[in-house]
């Protein structure tokens, strides 16, 4: 199985299909694409992702793109742990959070890139509208974790690393975050898999 990611190891969703291949125990190959140079846009990777966007992956003759969809893929074909509660109604409210964190909250992602998370960037002052972002985004978090909570549901699930990244998106920028929203994704930060993502090499000035 190959893996099609950023170069610069920035892309969040990239990160999710990272994180989630080695949850799942796979064996697969990074294939590093530099986005400034549009090299996603390339004709050969065209045919690989139809939205010519990172991730993607290649297992056998069969190719998807998109983060969540590559999760849900390889947790139905493969046995390995669950990346996904076996609850259907967990399960449905995991899928719900990974589309809402990707769809909406735009102005936190603009103003609170992931360089502020992996390369430890100061940013400005979040603006009033990342402001009602971020309580937007603290309300929706705590209606599905109380204080000393350590996952989303009953194990951990992939849509722990989505929240735990969006997230530190704010603690790592110094944001005021609620204290036990912060420290969720302070534990979450720490699991195996996350800490291979985070200390790839990144060579950027």
């Not at 990160?15 to 294939?31: D, P």
Request: contains cysteine.
């Amino acid at each position: 199985m190959i893996l099609y990611v950023d170069a610069n190891y920035l892309s969040p969703y990239a990160m999710s299909a990272f994180v989630a291949l080695r949850e799942k125990g796979l064996t697969f190959e990074l294939h590093l694409l530099d986005l400034q140079k549009s090299e996603q846009s390339a004709p050969a990777y065209a045919e690989i992702s139809s939205t010519q966007r990172v991730p993607a992956i290649v297992d056998d003759d069969f190719s998807l793109s998109e983060s969540s969809a590559i999760s849900e893929y390889i947790d139905e074909c493969y046995i390995g742990p669950k990346l996904y509660p076996l609850d259907i109604l967990s399960r449905a409210r995991a899928r719900a959070l990974q589309a809402w964190l990707r769809s909406d909250l735009l102005s936190i992602r603009e103003e609170r890139s992931t360089e502020v998370v992996f390369l430890q960037r100061s940013p400005q002052p979040l603006s009033a509208k990342a402001q009602a972002a971020a309580n937007k985004l603290f309300h929706a978090a705590a209606q599905l974790l109380q204080p000393g909570q350590l996952h989303l549901f009953e194990q951990w699930s992939i849509a722990d690393t989505d929240l735990a990244l969006m997230i530190n998106r704010l603690v790592l920028a110094g944001d005021p975050v609620p204290e036990h929203l912060a420290n969720y994704a302070a534990l979450q930060w720490q699991r195996p898999s996350v800490q291979d993502w985070v200390n790839l090499a990144r060579n950027i000035t």
